[in-house]
């Protein structure tokens, strides 16, 4: 479809090119809303996650397991919303590519490795919660600080190889195809690594984590019963108050992990089982900011739900982290 100015002149992103795409035209009100939107989701996953990764790097009581792993996925979202949502944004504002082929290429490998090392360490903590909920006992030895550090190297790693080949071997938008103009940053994916991408990148995981919350969820309850059925005497009432409103604590928690990582990622995986031409321009842009807003999500769900961020975010707030020996703070007594 091609953009027309005012004066019904249709404009290029590269005039002087033959092949060149044509530009989008926008209103200055959209392009101001587009503007503040991108501006300020950026700045919201970079602040939000930054945080999380200052507490967890500073304080070393901190440095658990299972918190290694948040660090990690920190990392990925901060990335998300330091490069990928500005650059994107600025897409969606110009409606062409500026950077050249080159750029467009390693674009698409920072898009999709952060995407997926997100999603995979979602995974990490699934099977890591899994662990300590069903496995209490041998959780100690099985999940250590070292080998929690080994699985998330790998993770990246793994995770590396299989974007280069993913698009090294489909190929993004470049000269040599004639079917496209100049002025896309788009991959070409074929109908085999659609397949293989939905499995690697959505339907493994996804079985992973969906099945590790529900184990979680069955254990619980099944403890649940049984410290009930144990329990006698009035005495126990208080105690067994707390318990139910911490497991039903928990199992909120667990529900909002899983719902936002549903709705984020879904939608965009039953774009990819459907040719691009039946979904509008707007709503296939709408399903590429639900991966980028999850990366602002995940830092609420994973990090706010802990009782010591707060305390670690008071701490990084009031500057009180610069203090001689603060590292070494136990800020879980802040508590009591």
């Keep these: 479809m091609a953009y027309e100015t ?29 503007y503040m939107f991108v501006l300020l989701l950026s700045a919201w996953t970079v602040f939000l996650n930054l945080l999380v990764i200052i507490s967890i790097s500073h304080f070393k009581k901190l440095h658990t397991p299972t918190n290694l792993i948040i660090l990690s996925l920190a990392v990925a979202d901060m990335l998300v919303g330091l490069i990928v949502i500005p650059i994107e944004g600025i897409k969606q504002i110009e409606t062409c590519w500026y950077f050249g082929d080159t750029y467009c290429g390693l674009f698409v490998i920072i898009v999709r490795l952060l995407l997926i ?11 890591d919660r899994y662990m300590a909920v069903c496995h209490p006992l041998l959780y100690p030895q099985k999940m250590t600080t070292t080998k929690t550090l080994i699985s998330i190297c790998l993770c990246w790693f793994c995770c590396s190889v299989y974007i280069i080949c993913f698009v090294i071997s489909n190929g993004y938008f470049n000269m040599s195809d004639k079917t496209l103009c100049y002025g896309q940053c788009i991959v070409l994916i074929t109908p085999a690594w659609r397949f293989i991408d939905l499995i690697v990148s959505f339907l493994f995981p996804c079985t992973l984590i969906i099945t590790a919350y529900l184990k979680i969820f069955y254990v619980v309850q099944r403890q649940v019963k049984v410290i009930n059925s144990q329990i006698n005497g009035v005495k126990c009432v208080v105690d067994i108050s707390v318990r139910r409103k911490t497991e039903s604590k928990a199992a909120l928690t667990l529900g909002i992990i899983v719902t936002a990582y549903l709705l984020c990622w879904i939608p965009f995986y039953i774009c990819s089982l ?13 399903l590429t900011w639900t991966f980028h807003i999850n990366s602002g999500l995940n830092p609420i769900v994973y990090a706010l739900f802990y009782r010591w961020f707060k305390i670690s975010v008071k ?8 203090q001689p020996a603060s590292s070494m ?3 879980f007594t802040d508590f009591h």
């Design 274 to 286: 459907t040719k691009t031409t039946a979904f509008s321009s707007t709503t296939l842009t709408f």
């Design 6 to 34: 005012e004066d019904h002149e249709t404009q290029y992103c590269f005039p002087a090119i033959n092949s060149s795409c044509t530009k989008g035209k926008r209103s200055s009100f959209e392009h101001n809303i587009i």
């Design 329 to 331: 703070m136990d800020i």
């Design 315 to 322: 701490h990084i707030l009031t500057l009180r982290i610069f």
């Design 117 to 127: 090392t997100s999603l995979s360490n979602l995974v990490l903590i699934a099977v």
